[in-house]
């Protein structure tokens, strides 16, 4: 897309009200600044017309009611590590960055409740939480980047999301600006808050109803005891039978992440974590509580990874050792990036029975269409994420690649499963809500959306399909569609 060559008057107000009410420094509007922001994880791009960094819910408040007034969307932003393009400005307008409202305002360890600002780093957070033996449980493998405002608009999963659950499980409350400007707080500090419970309902709802501008959150204490185990595997197949064995036999691991022959090629040279070359898998299992159930626990998994074909078990109870084991799952997908020129990196889920025979069915498609393709995965949530590696600049590879990408969702919905296990809807699946959702589950949403305020305000375009001045599929084919709209 090129800049645009003359800047049209309402474009020329809009920032000027918007550096009135913020400050000038905290506004953006050259052309080399909003490239900066044209895109999240994902292979989709779009310019917003202005960026902003609000430091308050007031702010924030402010920069939405002047988007109203001047009738442009608003798109909220945290680190943009997103991989469903929820973060780009698809329609253009107003971006809001929360990264600068980054501050912990209270650790109240007794209670086991933080209270945050969305643009905490999660790692920060969790950091902040060490002395006082906490943690916060939603653990995204972004988590050195992302924001706590992102995670809670995508309920974010992590490996640690197996035993404690997604992102909702762990909100206690938000406060939110509406899209009319109104700031709301939703949920409550203790359990069971009376009413409709609009905060589990803002969670996950990937921007388009509230603009989250602080959070309580729920913490859980550190277990005293810790096993990481490693099982090499000589197939996908043989490890994700044994993900369902492990579960059969009554233990549920904190974390079970699973590793493919392509991913440990690419990610063993550059970390060194120790996952040996030769393995068709590997799983990287995590048990966690008081050291005798540890114990009893990690001989429950090992024999039933032993049972499914694993041809060794390794343990690491050392901190050092574990913390080495996860360093090659954590850098797994930034290091394809060193691997091959541009990677389209899927998620989908299927019950975790299903995970045996779907990894064959996406291994058969990344044949057929003639890609490499690595995989690195919650198995245990039955989450896959395919990693397809090409070249965009060779000819129609990316619409392949996109073509790819929806067989193997397809694959994931024949088997009875969804579109995403934890990255969103975004801009990317919008085209596939129809496979898991009737007409009438859609109006259903839509209805909610609308009664949060008109639908092209918040995140235009995201999560549900149609909508005003609304494309189908990516951003690449809006292109043609945007050069016709207001300042692009
Ligand atoms: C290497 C890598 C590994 C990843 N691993 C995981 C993983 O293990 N699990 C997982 O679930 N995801 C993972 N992700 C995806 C991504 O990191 C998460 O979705 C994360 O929560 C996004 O946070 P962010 O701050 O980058 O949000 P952004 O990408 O900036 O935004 C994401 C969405 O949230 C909205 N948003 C952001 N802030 C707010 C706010 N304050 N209020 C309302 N809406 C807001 C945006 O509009 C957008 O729709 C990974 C991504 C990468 C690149």
Redesign the pocket.
């Known amino acids: 897309m090129l800049p645009p060559k003359t800047v049209p008057t309402e474009l020329t107000t809009l920032i000027r009200d918007l550096q009135e009410a913020l400050g000038a420094e905290n506004v953006l509007h050259l052309p080399e600044d909003l490239a900066v922001y044209e895109y999240?994880?994902t292979i989709e791009r779009a310019r917003p017309d202005v960026v902003v960094f609000p430091a308050t819910s007031e702010d924030v408040a402010a920069a939405v009611r002047i988007a109203v007034q001047h009738d442009v969307p608003v798109?909220?932003?945290?680190?943009?590590?997103?991989?469903s393009g929820?973060?780009v400005p698809i329609l253009g307008g107003v971006l809001i960055v929360?990264t600068r409202m980054n501050r912990i305002l209270e650790i109240d360890a007794d209670n086991r409740v933080a209270v945050v600002q969305?643009g905490v780093i999660n790692l920060h957070l969790q950091g902040a939480l060490e002395p006082f033996g906490l943690l916060y449980a939603p653990d995204?493998?972004?988590q050195r980047?992302?924001?706590i405002?992102?995670?809670?608009?995508?309920n974010?999963?992590?490996p640690h999301t197996l035993a404690h659950g997604s992102t909702v499980n762990h909100v206690l409350a938000i406060e939110v600006v509406l899209p009319d400007g109104r700031v709301v707080r939703l949920g409550s500090r203790v359990p069971d808050a009376p009413g409709i419970d609009l905060r589990g309902l803002l969670v996950g709802s990937?921007?388009t109803l509230?603009?989250?501008t602080e959070a309580t959150l729920r913490l859980v204490r550190k277990s005293p005891a810790t096993r990481t185990l490693l099982a090499i595997f000589e197939s996908v197949a043989d490890a994700s039978e044994a993900v369902s064995t492990v579960i059969r036999r009554g233990v549920i691991p904190v974390a079970m992440e699973m590793l493919d022959q392509e991913i440990i090629r690419i990610v063993e040279p550059r970390i060194n974590a120790g996952y040996p070359l030769d393995a068709g898998a590997v799983l990287l299992i995590e048990v966690e509580g008081v050291a005798d159930g540890v114990a009893a626990d990690s001989a429950v998994v090992e024999q039933a990874c032993r049972d499914t074909g694993a041809r060794e078990v390794r343990s690491a109870d050392e901190a050092a050792e574990r913390e080495r084991l996860w360093e090659g799952r954590k850098a797994a997908?930034?290091a394809i990036g060193g691997a091959a020129p541009a990677f389209y990196l899927l998620d989908g889920v299927v019950p975790r029975t299903k995970l045996p025979q779907v990894m064959t069915r996406v291994q058969e498609l990344c044949r057929e269409y003639g890609f490499s393709c690595a995989n690195v995965f919650h198995a245990g949530d039955g989450n896959l994420h395919p990693n397809i590696m090409f070249d965009p600049t060779v000819p129609g590879a990316t619409e392949r690649v996109l073509e790819l990408g929806g067989a193997i969702m397809r694959a994931c919905v024949d088997a009875g499963g969804s579109i995403t296990g934890?990255?969103?809807i975004?801009l990317e699946k919008r085209s596939y809500m129809e496979w898991v959702f009737s007409e009438a589950d859609l109006e259903a949403m839509r209805a909610v959306r609308e009664a949060f305020g008109p639908s092209d305000r918040f995140?235009p375009c995201?999560m549900l399909p149609g909508g005003h001045g609304c494309a189908s599929g990516h951003a690449a084919e809006l292109d043609a569609h945007l050069a016709a709209g207001a300042y692009v």
Do not use: Y
């Open positions: 999240d994880a798109v909220p932003r945290g680190s943009g590590t997103g991989l929820g973060a929360l969305p995204p493998s972004s980047v992302c924001t405002g992102g995670n809670i608009a995508n974010s999963g992590g990937e921007g509230g603009i989250v997908i930034g934890e990255h969103g975004g995140n995201k």
